[in-house]
């Protein structure tokens, strides 16, 4: 593709060179430039894109985009734009064809419930016999194959090469579970959604936004872009009409909305609801679509509205609420979400990713619904994140189990002393005899299931489906249900 063309797509400032030169890809890593590439400069947290240019220019870019003047070899065409994060994602979605234009697009936002939203409705589209593309925490799907996730949301050039594989591989419908960190960011710059569904919103990010109105407004970003009109599908945004924020995210909307929740205002209302240790049970009813009863095997209050959320998007799309029904009914349960442990023992193991505020109430709030015993809550705090965040979850912990265990999450740079202690802050206030702290994770998860009695759950929150433990800058193999498997199979044999 000829840089010409690529660069009708931003506002370009100045350019130097031959806009005729051939761009054979876009890359932003100078470690991963081959020849022929557009490198785009991006200013990171860490790294300043600007500064290896010239590493890139000598790997082979035959042109560069940057947000301010650098020096480059002679033939080598330099673009000047405002934002090279945004031109970054402009270009590759039109490198790669604009593929987001092909596909029916489905963005989920929220502080939680993205993972399991998003893995509801890609199981809804499946059952009507659509090939579906899947992007979120776990992992990215293109049909059946998988492909390693590193961001909830991929970076732009990423991402848009993922559509274009997912158009290219026969996928109809992509659904996305779209993070603040990517609309702040505009890693979705160049997506153009179909649909777009909110979770909620509770503390969360505090490292990276400056507050909650900042953070709030980036989950309002996607709602403006969707109902541009230029879309071959019918646009909708769903909205948690229970959450706070609702009003704002609705408002935001350049699509009709239609709302979901337990309240007597939702357009979509879960009735009837029945949580158990097994699953959980309500009725949708509406106006519109009349009622239907849904019997799953998630079980906890936020998937009843998980699954709502799911639900309205999909009779709201056009699909028979039989079919949304059976889909729903048919999902055993999302990787590292509530996800139980069982070797045979006579007490309750849940694995879970709850890492904010309202997360880890939640879990904790569920498993105390359903324990005939005590709940044993193991969970830390992320390390070089929202410190402002650890002590309410202290608090929270202290507040909503028996035997909280404070230890490691993804320690990172940060030592773990300091960010128990800030957990400590808060949990003392209410449990201020009544904690332990074990700082070394596997030990933390040996003396949970060591100290369980029958009738009892053991929540270990915070890392969910994660396989490692970032402890200083590495990343290191462990994963919170293996860790379970090997003492529960130890304790089986002992008895």
Same mark, same amino acid.
């Given at each position: 593709?000829?840089? !010409?063309?690529?660069?009708?797509?931003?506002?370009?400032?100045?350019?130097?060179?031959?806009?005729?030169?051939?761009?054979?890809?876009?890359?932003?890593?100078?470690?991963?430039?081959?020849?022929?590439?557009?490198?785009?400069?991006?200013?990171?947290?860490?790294?300043?894109?600007? !500064?290896?240019?010239?590493?890139?220019?000598?790997?082979?870019?035959?042109?560069?985009?940057?947000?301010?003047?650098?020096?480059?070899?002679?033939?080598?065409?330099?673009?000047?734009?405002?934002?090279?994060?945004?031109?970054?994602?402009?270009?590759?979605?039109?490198?790669?064809?604009?593929?987001?234009?092909?596909?029916?697009?489905?963005?989920?936002?929220? *502080?939680?419930?993205?993972?399991?939203?998003?893995?509801?409705?890609?199981?809804?589209?499946?059952?009507?016999?659509?090939?579906?593309?899947?992007?979120?925490?776990? +992992? !990215?799907?293109?049909?059946?194959?998988?492909?390693?996730?590193?961001?909830?949301?991929?970076?732009?050039?990423?991402?848009?090469?993922?559509?274009?594989?997912?158009?290219?591989?026969?996928?109809?419908?992509?659904?996305?579970?779209?993070?603040?960190?990517?609309?702040?960011?505009?890693?979705?710059?160049?997506?153009?959604?179909?649909?777009?569904?909110? *979770?909620?919103?509770?503390?969360?990010?505090?490292?990276?936004?400056?507050?909650?109105?900042?953070?709030?407004?980036?989950?309002?970003?996607?709602?403006?872009?969707?109902?541009?009109?230029?879309?071959?599908?019918?646009?909708?945004?769903?909205?948690?009409?229970?959450?706070?924020?609702?009003?704002?995210?609705?408002?935001?909307?350049?699509?009709?909305?239609?709302?979901?929740?337990?309240?007597?205002?939702?357009?979509?209302?879960?009735?009837?609801?029945?949580?158990?240790?097994?699953?959980?049970?309500?009725?949708?009813?509406?106006?519109?679509?009349?009622?239907?009863?849904?019997?799953?095997?998630?079980?906890?209050?936020?998937?009843?509205?998980?699954?709502?959320?799911?639900?309205?998007?999909?009779?709201?799309?056009?699909?028979?609420?039989?079919?949304?029904?059976?889909?729903?009914?048919?999902?055993?349960?999302?990787?590292?979400?509530?996800?139980?442990?069982?070797?045979?023992?006579?007490?309750?193991?849940?694995?879970?990713?709850?890492?904010?505020?309202?997360?880890?109430?939640?879990?904790?709030?569920?498993?105390?619904?359903?324990?005939?015993?005590?709940?044993?809550?193991?969970?830390?705090?992320?390390?070089?994140?929202?410190?402002?965040?650890?002590?309410?979850?202290?608090?929270?912990?202290?507040?909503?189990?028996?035997?909280?265990?404070?230890?490691?999450?993804?320690?990172?740079?940060?030592?773990?002393?300091?960010?128990?202690?800030?957990?400590?802050?808060?949990?003392?206030?209410?449990?201020? !005899?009544?904690?332990?702290?074990?700082?070394?994770?596997?030990?933390?998860?040996?003396?949970?299931?060591?100290?369980?009695?029958?009738?009892?759950?053991?929540?270990? +929150?915070?890392?969910?489906?994660?396989?490692?433990?970032?402890?200083? *800058?590495?990343?290191?193999?462990?994963?919170?249900?293996?860790?379970?498997?090997?003492?529960?199979?130890?304790?089986?044999?002992?008895?």
């Amino acid at each position: 593709m000829l840089l !010409n063309d690529l660069l009708k797509s931003i506002t370009v400032l100045n350019m130097e060179g031959d806009g005729s030169t051939d761009i054979r890809g876009i890359c932003y890593d100078s470690r991963k430039v081959r020849p022929g590439s557009l490198f785009v400069a991006v200013e990171g947290f860490k790294n300043d894109g600007h !500064n290896y240019v010239g590493r890139a220019v000598e790997a082979g870019a035959s042109a560069v985009l940057a947000q301010r003047m650098v020096e480059v070899p002679p033939g080598v065409p330099l673009v000047i734009t405002r934002d090279t994060r945004k031109g970054l994602a402009m270009v590759s979605a039109a490198f790669y064809g604009n593929p987001s234009r092909e596909l029916l697009l489905v963005g989920v936002t929220g *502080t939680n419930g993205k993972t399991t939203t998003t893995s509801l409705i890609a199981s809804i589209y499946r059952a009507a016999g659509k090939k579906v593309g899947l992007i979120g925490t776990i +992992a !990215n799907y293109i049909g059946d194959r998988k492909l390693e996730a590193g961001h909830t949301t991929p970076e732009s050039a990423d991402l848009q090469e993922i559509l274009r594989d997912m158009v290219s591989e026969g996928v109809s419908v992509a659904v996305m579970e779209v993070s603040s960190h990517a609309l702040s960011l505009e890693r979705v710059a160049g997506c153009e959604f179909d649909v777009a569904v909110f *979770t909620n919103l509770t503390q969360d990010h505090l490292d990276f936004h400056r507050d909650m109105e900042e953070y709030l407004e980036a989950k309002a970003h996607l709602f403006r872009s969707i109902g541009d009109g230029k879309r071959r599908f019918p646009s909708y945004a769903v909205v948690n009409a229970d959450d706070p924020h609702m009003a704002r995210i609705a408002e935001a909307s350049g699509a009709p909305v239609v709302t979901y929740g337990l309240s007597e205002k939702a357009d979509m209302r879960a009735v009837d609801i029945k949580v158990t240790g097994r699953g959980c049970s309500f009725t949708a009813v509406s106006g519109k679509y009349g009622s239907t009863h849904l019997s799953l095997r998630l079980t906890g209050l936020f998937n009843v509205y998980n699954a709502l959320a799911a639900y309205t998007m999909a009779v709201e799309g056009g699909f028979s609420p039989d079919l949304v029904k059976e889909a729903l009914e048919g999902v055993p349960g999302v990787p590292g979400r509530f996800e139980t442990v069982d070797c045979g023992q006579d007490f309750t193991v849940v694995v879970d990713y709850a890492h904010t505020p309202d997360g880890l109430e939640n879990i904790l709030k569920a498993a105390g619904t359903v324990a005939t015993g005590r709940v044993i809550a193991v969970f830390g705090c992320g390390g070089d994140r929202d410190r402002t965040k650890r002590p309410i979850m202290g608090e929270i912990a202290g507040r909503y189990s028996q035997v909280p265990i404070i230890t490691s999450d993804n320690p990172r740079t940060e030592a773990p002393d300091v960010i128990i202690r800030d957990i400590e802050e808060g949990i003392k206030r209410v449990a201020p !005899n009544g904690y332990r702290v074990i700082p070394d994770r596997r030990e933390a998860i040996r003396l949970a299931v060591s100290v369980a009695r029958s009738g009892d759950m053991v929540v270990i +929150a915070g890392k969910g489906h994660e396989d490692y433990q970032i402890i200083g *800058t590495q990343k290191l193999p462990f994963d919170d249900r293996e860790e379970v498997k090997k003492v529960l199979e130890a304790l089986v044999k002992k008895k």
